[in-house]
T-cell receptor, first 113, second 110 residues
Framework: DAGVIQSPRHEVTEMGQEVTLRCKPI?????LFWYRQTMMRGLELLIY????????DSGMPEDRFSAKMPNASFSTLKIQPSEPRDSAVYFC???????????FGPGTRLTVL | KQEVTQIPAALSVPEGENLVLNCSFT??????LQWFRQDPGKGLTSLLL?????REQTSGRLNASLDKSSGRSTLYIAASQPGDSATYLC?????????FGKGTTLSVSS
């Protein structure tokens, strides 16, 4: 398997623009997670899905953030409108049943000017 | 609220040295604990997963221990090599979510 795939790898945008990050989990994994990593706060869970259904979105910072998983092989994280403080590395991860190893994608480095 | 702390934040050692990285957590009601490695500009690679019923796990030169009652885990790296240079992250499984420490950045000099 190719592992968790994320696109784009780098995104530079201007404040106020819409940003969409994409993730393809490992085939057969039931759980998908979105994390954000910053120097100040480290790695934080934003939201996770089980069988395409959002289970816990308490980590989503604001209504500007939304995530979807229309099918088992694709998820998006959208920020609209983006702000400079959203600049971070966003990781997607997937796993088999809860409690199993999580496999991370390479991340998307987002810069909002 | 679960908090995960890793000490030290950075560590420099000469090649060949055995070393220990520390992780502490505030709530002992955990499902598991994972150690990850992160190389600069890259994603996370899982190194070891310890279930809450286990005391330790070993993989090659790596050994991770878990003491739930004291809220501690250690990652032991034997005979360190320059290729071990990376940031090591500890993550506590609280239900399905992982709560991460901020990591220890290890530098092994040749």
């Amino acid at each position: 398997d190719a592992g968790v795939i994320q696109s784009p790898r780098h995104e530079v945008t201007e404040m106020g623009q819409e940003v969409t990050l994409r993730c393809k989990p490992i085939s057969g994994h039931d759980y998908l997670f979105w994390y954000r990593q910053t120097m100040m706060r480290g790695l934080e869970l934003l939201i996770y899905f089980n069988n395409n259904v959002p289970i816990d979105d308490s980590g989503m910072p604001e209504d500007r953030f939304s995530a979807k998983m229309p099918n088992a092989s694709f998820s998006t994280l959208k920020i609209q409108p983006s702000e400079p403080r959203d600049s971070a590395v966003y990781f997607c991860a997937s796993s088999l049943p809860a409690g199993d190893t999580q496999y991370f994608g390479p991340g998307t480095r987002l810069t909002v000017l | 609220k679960q908090e995960v702390t890793q000490i030290p934040a950075a560590l420099s050692v000469p090649e060949g040295e055995n070393l220990v990285l520390n992780c502490s957590f505030t709530d002992s009601a955990i499902y598991n604990l994972q150690w990850f490695r992160q190389d600069p500009g890259k994603g996370l690679t899982s190194l070891l997963l310890i279930q809450s019923s286990q005391r330790e796990q070993t993989s090659g030169r790596l050994n991770a221990s878990l003491d739930k009652s004291s809220g501690r885990s250690t990652l032991y790296i034997a005979a360190s090599q320059p290729g071990d240079s990376a940031t090591y992250l500890c993550a506590v499984g609280a239900g399905t979510a992982l709560i991460f420490g901020k990591g220890t950045t290890l530098s092994v000099s040749s």
